[in-house]
C-alpha cells in the first residue's frame, strides 16, 4: 500500500470507523482494562482521538500514580489504532518497536490520548503518540514503528 493511497479513505466515512468502534461487542480485554473508548477519526490526517477512564483500582502503583507500563500500553493502543484507521480498516499494525518519553505522573480518571500514523509504507508503519491529562497538559509521548498487517474482514 503506498504512502498516498493510505490518506485515503477506503470506502468508510471517519464516522462510519467512529460508530464502529463506539459500537462494538468485542472489545479486546486489554482495551476495557484500560477504558479505551474512541473520540474522533480522521482518515486525511491519519490520526485518531481517544479517551481512557484509568481506573485506579486497577492501574496505580504504590505511588496512586499511573504505573508507567500502562501509560505505555495507551501509547501502543493510540498508535496501533490510528494504524487501522490509515489502513481504511484493512490491517492491523502489530508494534515492533516504541520508545516512550514521561513528562508528568498521570493520575486515575480522564486521559485524552492522540494517535498518528507518521508514514505508512509497505512493511513498516512509522507512529507518534501522546497522552493528555484533564488539563490538556501532557504526560507522555511515544515514537514507534509497526508491521502492516492486512485481515479478511474488519469484525463489527
Do not use: H
Not at 463506539?22 to 474522533?40: D, E, H, I
Not at 502503583?61 to 490509515?86: F, H, R, T, W
Not at 486515575?108 to 512509522?126: E, H, L
Request: aromatic residues 8%; hydrophobic residues 40%.
Amino acid at each position: 500500500m503506498s504512502e498516498a493511497a493510505s490518506a485515503e479513505p477506503k470506502g468508510l466515512t471517519d464516522e462510519a470507523i467512529l460508530e464502529r468502534f463506539l459500537r462494538s461487542k468485542n472489545q479486546p480485554t486489554g482495551s476495557q482494562t484500560l477504558g479505551f473508548r474512541m473520540v474522533a477519526v480522521s482518515q486525511a490526517e491519519r490520526s485518531v482521538e481517544v479517551e481512557f477512564d484509568a481506573k485506579a483500582e486497577l492501574l496505580l502503583n504504590p505511588m496512586k500514580q499511573i504505573q508507567g507500563g500502562y501509560l505505555c500500553a495507551m501509547l501502543d493502543e493510540c498508535m496501533s489504532v490510528a494504524c487501522m484507521v490509515a489502513s481504511g480498516m484493512t490491517a492491523v499494525a502489530p508494534t515492533l518497536e516504541m520508545k516512550t518519553s514521561f513528562f508528568r505522573p498521570g493520575m486515575p480518571g480522564k486521559i485524552r490520548g492522540v494517535g498518528k500514523v507518521v508514514k505508512w509504507g509497505r512493511q513498516v508503519a512509522f507512529t507518534e503518540g501522546e497522552l493528555f491529562d484533564p488539563e490538556g497538559r501532557l504526560l507522555a509521548k511515544a515514537t514507534g514503528t509497526a508491521i502492516p498487517t492486512p485481515f479478511a474482514s474488519y469484525k463489527k
